[in-house]
């Protein structure tokens, strides 16, 4: 395995240049929020803001849509149906990623939004939240695989309890089995699931957790799995994820390459929550916190460049 360091980090950073455009920077698109947990949606899309992209399109509730207009007005918003109404396709000079799923909750109308995210978007996405249930499926498997035959890539940021429902999808005596292998050559089991999880269905997976976990599909041994191992219990709080997704899938709008994108972001939104645990307790910070400490993250990288 190998350790995310603030210097992999830092070399990750990118730039701007001077001739840059809102286009050029990246389009960030988040189908997010459900009116019932607007405020994940709401966490993501200010992340996204915050992490570069040059435009930021939420299709969302009308209540995120709401308290949108009031903390994060640079945001575009339009209802959630309006997806499959527009083209969402990167192209040359004009970088673009989209998120779904963070402030879901689990229904059919969220699985039908996240297989027509997975398969209209020529792009790469990122999957989180309550749309990561969609993935424990067979239509949800069925588009992952479509997408990886594509070359279109897919992230997935699952915590533990997510990506055993994903894994249970898969045979359990053998995936038990592998585990077990891996421990004795003192490879952790996370390593391994987010690996299993990637090379099964294609995508990158984030594993979240006390260390955090960042496989590929395209690679098969544990060597190659990014570890993050400098957080903090202060980002055990609802929410934090709904951060880590926008600041990923801004990333990844950035145009850059997505286990890069993803070694950088959970770097960064771990360093927030450092950061915003010096700024007053462990105990105290909550998810806006780690929200607004996130310039303060990327500014401390920025130094060591």
Known sequence: MKTITSKKAARLLPGLLPDDNKYTRGLCELVVGDPIYA???VLAVMAATRMGAGYVRAYTSFE?????RVVQPSCVCQPVDAFVEH????CEGRPCAVVVGSGFAVSDAAKATVLDVLRLTQAPVLVDGGGLATLATDEGASALRERFVAGLPTVIT???GE???ILATLNTEEVQASRTRCEKKGIPAA??????IARAFGVVCVLKGPDTYIADGNEESADDVLVLTCGTPALAKAGTGDVLAGSIGSLLARGMEPKDAC???VFVHARAGVLAAADSAELCVTTEDVL?????AIRALDRKL
Request: glycine share 10%; charged share 15%; hydrophobic share 55%.
């Open 39 to 41: 405020g994940a949606g």
């Open 64 to 68: 995120t849509a709401a308290a949108l």
């Open 87 to 90: 083209r969402h396709a990167a």
């Open 158 to 160: 699952p915590h533990r």
């Open 163 to 165: 990506a055993d429902r």
């Open 191 to 196: 390593a391994f699931d987010a690996l299993l």
């Open 263 to 265: 070694a950088l972001g």
């Open 292 to 296: 607004a400490h996130l310039p303060h």
